[in-house]
């Protein structure tokens, strides 16, 4: 168990809905990620957050937002679902993201999105 | 632009047998981070290495040993003495920078390991 939480396990909806993931980082980390896992992409890096700031942007698409609250935890926004979206979404952890000291990154169980 | 490359998709062994998975990657930053996760049928990712460009001293730890060359820009990963709880998806992963959290995974070798 990596301390990392993530709700719900499973989401099933429709195209053109929008749905809700929320994650819960480790207590004391500050930085929240957010990843998408899919056949056709792999693994790719969506955005990143760290004390409630915006920090980095992957591959995340404009129907996809994200913010982090004052309490740390993160919730990622998928709007207008496309079946293509349907996927495994991680979220992961870290302590800080300071200069040198490439903090590791710590997964949650995912979020299984099916659009169906 | 960041790169990593497993070129195995899948591995097949049999229990006990030593097997290295293989991670080559690309980056032009001089400081950057090496990562191996492993991702069971149950879905997680569970976190396994960490290596920083700086440091090429391989690591063993139990039956997982890492062998960082970066002449070569690689970061291979082997199991000694293989079991079946060791069955899963291996990601290879890189982050280059000073400060950049940005994380880019291989597309990863599936290993089977067969009684």
């Known amino acids: 168990d990596s301390g990392v939480t993530q709700t719900p396990k499973h989401l099933i909806t429709a195209t053109g809905q929008r749905v809700t993931l929320r994650c819960s980082p480790r207590?004391?980390?500050?930085?929240v990620y957010w990843y998408q896992q899919s056949l056709d992409q792999g693994l790719q890096f969506l955005i990143h957050?760290?004390?409630?700031?915006?920090?980095a942007k992957g591959n995340i698409l404009e129907r996809f937002s994200a913010q982090q609250f004052p309490d740390l935890h993160s919730e990622l926004n998928l709007s207008s679902l496309e079946l293509g979206d349907s996927a495994l979404y991680f979220c992961a952890s870290s302590r800080t993201p300071s200069g040198f000291r490439q903090e590791t990154q710590y997964f949650g169980p995912g979020t299984r999105l099916l659009v169906l | 632009a960041q790169k990593v490359t497993q070129a195995q998709t899948e591995i097949s062994v049999v229990e006990k047998e030593d097997v290295t998975l293989d991670c080559v990657y690309e980056t032009r930053d001089t400081t950057y981070y090496l990562f191996w996760y492993k991702q069971p049928p149950s879905g997680e990712l569970v976190f396994l290495i960490r290596?920083?460009?700086?440091?090429?001293q391989n690591e063993i730890s139990g039956r997982y040993s890492w062998n960082f060359q970066k002449s070569t820009s690689s970061f291979n990963f082997t199991i000694t003495a293989s079991q079946v709880v060791d069955s899963a998806v291996y990601f290879c992963a890189l982050s280059g920078g000073a400060g950049y959290q940005k994380v880019t995974f291989g597309t990863g070798t599936k290993l089977q390991v067969i009684p």
């Open positions: 957050y760290y004390n409630g700031e915006e920090r």
């Open positions: 290596r920083n460009s700086f440091d090429e």
């Open positions: 207590s004391g980390d500050l930085s």
